[in-house]
């Protein structure tokens, strides 16, 4: 199945209309092995759209459980599409992420389970990160 038809799909199963932008973002998200900033979408997005629309796109694939959020060396956010089962309510990205240090590319390791966490009832976990550091498979 091409990308544009897994695209379309996407956006049914959650409920969201299938506008330009939005396909043509998912289909940038299925296109790439690591994670994307917005920098990096303005450069990629062939459609003429501002960036309101762009965050715009990007805030409801994330409240709907197809992308989400993490920090990159410097601490701006990239996205990366969501592992079947998310939803908006909850997010089953319960994942390792993986900064390159030479080409700054953050990789999400689905294979690299974030361990349990217990914490005493004085604390309410909203969310953990597990980021680690090193040099990418292209970059070795």
Do not use: W
Request: charged share 25%; glycine share 4%; net charge negative.
């Amino acid at each position: 199945m091409n990308n544009h038809k897994l695209a379309e799909d996407l956006l049914t199963s959650h409920g969201l209309r299938r506008t330009q932008i939005r396909l043509e973002i998912l289909q940038l998200f299925m296109q790439q092995d690591h994670a994307l900033s917005v920098n990096d979408l303005e450069k990629m997005v062939k459609s003429s759209h501002d960036r309101v629309t762009l965050y715009r796109a990007l805030n409801s694939f994330e409240e709907n459980g197809i992308l989400h959020q993490t920090p990159d060396k410097s601490g701006n956010m990239r996205y990366a599409l969501c592992a079947e089962g998310c939803s908006g309510h909850h997010h089953k990205d319960e994942h390792a992420h993986f900064i390159c240090d030479e080409c700054n590319q953050t990789y999400c390791l689905q294979e690299v389970k974030i361990p349990d966490v217990k914490l005493s009832d004085d604390y309410q976990l909203n969310s953990v990160s597990y980021t680690m550091n090193g040099i990418c498979k292209d970059c070795q």
